[in-house]
């Protein structure tokens, strides 16, 4: 069927990056793009922007630019998304989402699992 | 962007009740809402896109209806299952947006 699993929780100090990865699998990786949405603490859903699974073209929403960088490996069938320069306020959930159809976005399903980033000193 | 209005914010309900969420738009998207479920501590499951079409096995309790700006989720007999919060997406423009989340509780 089809999954995507992504990576686990992370905790990191202020200043310092990390990578998020999601791993598809029971379908083409390279026939829908990839999205990614936030989820801070008891908040509701913020879309980030997505991916281009074919030529690897990022698209971010208001927001995340600069410090938020979509990629991919398509050799193991895998988004990533990485974070630099973390702060307090990037502590959330993040979730990996395939369109439900072959495009950059309409809804979404499924959805990862969610990874959960923490950042505090 | 286009800004959603979500209502109620704060649903309680009974086991078997039929319960109603709303989900209003900033401005005409025809048929382009998606609704979700989420659990706590798990990720959203899409329930309906296409505003009415309701995603593979998903329980028929659950519909969908609306077009242009004004959406409304159905439950039909809640089931203890359905305690959950619940998001609409519009996935007309960029970007696409979700509504604030309605959660429904055990009343």
């Known amino acids: 069927q089809v999954q995507l699993v992504q990576s686990g929780s992370e905790l990191k100090k202020p200043g310092a990056s990390v990578k998020v990865s999601c791993k598809a699998s029971?379908?083409?990786?390279?026939?829908?793009?990839m999205n990614w949405v936030r989820q801070a603490p008891g908040q509701g859903l913020e879309w980030m922007g997505w991916?281009?699974?074919?030529?690897?073209?990022?698209t971010y929403a208001q927001g995340f630019t600069g410090r938020f960088v979509f990629s991919l490996d398509t050799s193991v069938s895998t988004a990533y998304l990485q974070i630099s320069s973390l702060k307090a306020e990037d502590t959330a959930v993040y979730y990996c989402?395939?369109?439900?159809?072959?495009?950059?976005?309409?809804?979404?399903?499924?959805w990862g699992q969610g990874t959960l980033v923490t950042v505090s000193s | 962007a286009i800004w959603m209005t979500q209502s109620p914010s704060l649903l309680s309900a009974s086991t078997g009740d039929r319960v109603t969420i709303s989900c209003r738009m900033s401005?005409?998207?025809?048929?382009?809402l998606a609704w979700y479920q989420q659990k706590p501590g798990k990720a959203p499951e899409l329930l309906i896109y296409?505003?009415?079409t309701l995603q593979s096995g998903v329980p028929s309790r659950f519909s969908g209806s609306g077009s242009g700006t004004d959406f409304t989720l159905t439950i039909s007999c809640l089931q203890s299952e359905d305690f959950a919060t619940y998001y609409c997406?519009?996935?007309?423009?960029?970007?696409?947006?979700f509504g604030q989340g309605t959660k429904l509780e055990i009343k």
């Open positions: 991916i281009n699974t074919n030529t690897g073209n990022p």
């Open positions: 029971g379908y083409t990786f390279t026939s829908y793009a």
């Open positions: 296409a505003a009415s």
């Open positions: 997406q519009q996935y007309y423009s960029f970007p696409p947006t």
């Open positions: 401005q005409g998207i025809s048929s382009y």
């Open positions: 989402a395939r369109p439900g159809y072959s495009s950059s976005w309409n809804w979404f399903d499924p």
